[in-house]
């Protein structure tokens, strides 16, 4: 998969990128299925609150800016440790592991 915004290297890479081309990393799609574990719980009266609902006012706004992968990036990157608090809560190990992968290659 080639990254967009950034060259192509003369050789394929054995592994995801992150420190010095960013080649092989699915940006978008780390996010999406992050995003999809965490609406799970948010989105779900049980689990509402203040906190979350502002979340996803913020998303909202990311998403609809210029720069939208990397605001929604960035405010992913800053809700990290809430997102895993959420997730450990509810013994979420396939959602945890969507969070590391997304911390390990995008943050």
């Known amino acids: ?25 699915d940006f978008e799609g780390n996010m999406r299925r992050v995003l999809a574990h965490l609406f799970r719980y948010i989105c779900d009266p049980a689990h509402a609150n203040p906190f979350w609902d502002r979340f996803r ?3 909202a706004a990311a998403e609809a800016g210029q720069a939208a992968i990397c605001d929604k990036l960035l405010l992913l990157h800053s809700h990290v440790y809430y997102m895993v608090e959420l997730f450990e809560d509810q013994d979420d190990e396939a959602a945890l592991a969507a969070l590391k992968k997304l911390e390990e290659e995008c943050f």
């Open 57 to 59: 006012t913020r998303l």
């Open 1 to 25: 998969m080639e990254t967009t915004g950034f060259p192509a290297l003369p050789f394929e890479l054995e592994e995801p990128d992150r420190y010095l081309t960013f080649q092989g990393i």
